[in-house]
């Protein structure tokens, strides 16, 4: 990367913003190609550093440059080998609203504003994507496919979200589908909160009332809650 820059803007200190523009969108487009996020985040590092660029500017720039290359080349073709699993079910509450995000991103909008971060399981393929389209859609970007596929890390994620795109979106009431997901996924988090909270109640200092009495309240509430799931809402 050194001797990248280093060839393509010689006099560093006298480079115009211009000159600096003109060499990381030549650089972006090389490194486009790399698969690996992590290695493209290491990349993007040492060129930041390299040509006394804001990261956090570089970053948006290299996603807005990945996203006019995708729209140029059109989207990828799905590979033949793969074609045939369009018709798996959609077996899991992430998985379910990532289809709609796909093809409703209207709707997608609404999720940052409603499902939380913390209940989804970013080592599972469907709660990596489904929070990447959260963390989105935080930022106003979210605008479908064109968003995710620079943020995909293999062919597998690949493959995966172009599947989504082949099915049609049947149901009736998208809207009720999306909140009975929300549900779904809120539910099994306030279960895991539920059974770390009896945990704490079971080990807690007898000798300290306050804090058992604390203890107890969040359980009340914990219960309530269960009984007031997240719902999206659209404008009326």
Not at 124 to 135: E, N, Q, T, Y
Not at 160 to 171: A, D, G, K, M, N
Not at 175 to 196: D, M, S
């Amino acid at each position: 990367m050194k001797f990248a820059v280093q060839s393509l803007l010689p006099n560093m200190g006298q480079a115009t913003p211009r000159d600096k523009a003109a060499t990381l969108e030549t650089l972006y487009t090389a490194l486009a190609g790399c698969d690996s996020a992590i290695v493209r985040g290491e990349y993007l590092d040492e060129l930041a550093h390299l040509t006394r660029t804001d990261r956090s500017a570089m970053e948006s720039d290299f996603r807005q440059h990945r996203q006019r290359d995708n729209r140029a080349q059109g989207p990828r073709p799905l590979p033949p080998a793969q074609e045939n699993k369009s018709n798996e079910k959609l077996t899991s509450a992430e998985s379910v609203l990532l289809f709609v995000a796909l093809h409703r991103p209207d709707l997608a909008q609404f999720y940052a504003q409603t499902i939380e971060h913390e209940w989804l399981d970013p080592s599972k393929r469907d709660g990596r994507l489904l929070g990447l389209i959260l963390a989105e859609s935080e930022n106003d970007h979210w605008e479908g496919v064109e968003t995710l596929e620079p943020l995909l890390e293999n062919e597998d994620e690949r493959n995966y979200i172009y599947q989504l795109l082949t099915r049609e979106l049947s149901f009736e009431d998208p809207v009720q589908a999306v909140n009975e997901c929300i549900r779904r996924i809120f539910e099994q988090h306030l279960k895991g909160a539920q059974q770390a909270l009896e945990e704490r109640i079971l080990n807690a200092n007898s000798g300290n009332p306050e804090q058992t009495r604390a203890l107890h309240h969040e359980r009340i509430r914990l219960r309530r809650l269960k009984h007031q799931p997240p719902q999206i809402e659209l404008p009326t």
